[in-house]
């Protein structure tokens, strides 16, 4: 069964150094999305992909954050330098374009010390 | 502002009985409704949807409810099992904007 994969499944990153996770949807989805999860909450859009465009980054930190999709298939995100209150699970997501049905990938446990 | 709320932290349910976990959302341009099913350490699952043209929406053991005039919906899950226990996130979207709101979630547990 076709799946999002996503690496490192967790992290263990000193506050002020960069950090980077990668994902890779599922085939044939155009629609691809990076959440950040904080325990106790719901996961909270951090940017949305339309294949190599960026469609949504409105609550991307943007000094720290950065995505990138550059063939419109896996995708980068990258934190430089890390903060210890970004520590979350950080979450990737695709779906086929026009469909909200997303699937989610196991996600990454960043932990900032 | 939270545009939608899941007010209960978690719910226990006693295995084979109903359990019944509720969503309330504020922005009535919401017309796409979803709950997925989260286990500890996976990504959330899809578990079922509903439109706002409808109702309800019905999947085995899992049915929706919505309820426009309250803004409120529920999943209901009947008979529960132990494997149900899990935390379940309400989320909705508007139209063509495909970006789901989440709600915060609601741990379920089903005792034996």
């Known amino acids: 069964e076709a799946e999002v994969a996503q690496s490192p499944r967790y992290k263990i990153t000193e506050k002020s150094q960069a950090v980077a996770f990668w994902c890779d949807p599922i085939?044939?989805?155009?629609?691809l999305y990076w959440y950040r999860q904080i325990l106790g909450q719901g996961p909270e859009l951090l940017v949305q992909?339309?294949?190599?465009?960026?469609?949504?980054d409105s609550q991307l930190p943007k000094d720290r954050f950065s995505a990138e999709r550059l063939k419109g298939v896996d995708s980068t995100l990258k934190i430089q330098p890390a903060e210890l209150g970004d520590s979350a699970m950080y979450l990737c997501?695709?779906?086929?374009?026009?469909?909200?049905?997303?699937?989610f990938g196991q996600g990454t446990r960043l932990t900032v010390v | 502002d939270q545009q939608v709320k899941q007010n209960s932290p978690s719910l226990s349910v006693q295995e084979g009985r109903i359990s019944i976990l509720n969503c309330d959302y504020t922005?009535?341009?919401?017309?796409?409704f979803l709950w997925y099913k989260k286990y500890p350490a996976e990504g959330p699952t899809f578990l079922i949807s509903?439109?706002?043209i409808k109702d309800k929406n019905e999947d085995g053991r899992f049915t929706v409810f919505l309820n426009k005039s309250a803004k409120h919906l529920s999943l209901h899950i009947v008979p529960s099992q132990p494997g149900d226990s899990a935390v379940y996130f309400c989320?909705?979207?508007?139209?063509?904007?495909?970006?789901?709101?989440w709600g915060a979630g609601t741990k379920l547990i089903i005792k034996p």
């Open positions: 085939s044939g989805h155009a629609t």
């Open positions: 989320a909705a979207s508007v139209g063509s904007n495909y970006q789901l709101i």
């Open positions: 992909f339309q294949d190599e465009s960026v469609v949504d």
């Open positions: 509903i439109s706002s």
């Open positions: 922005n009535s341009m919401f017309d796409y």
């Open positions: 997501a695709s779906s086929q374009t026009g469909n909200t049905e997303a699937f």
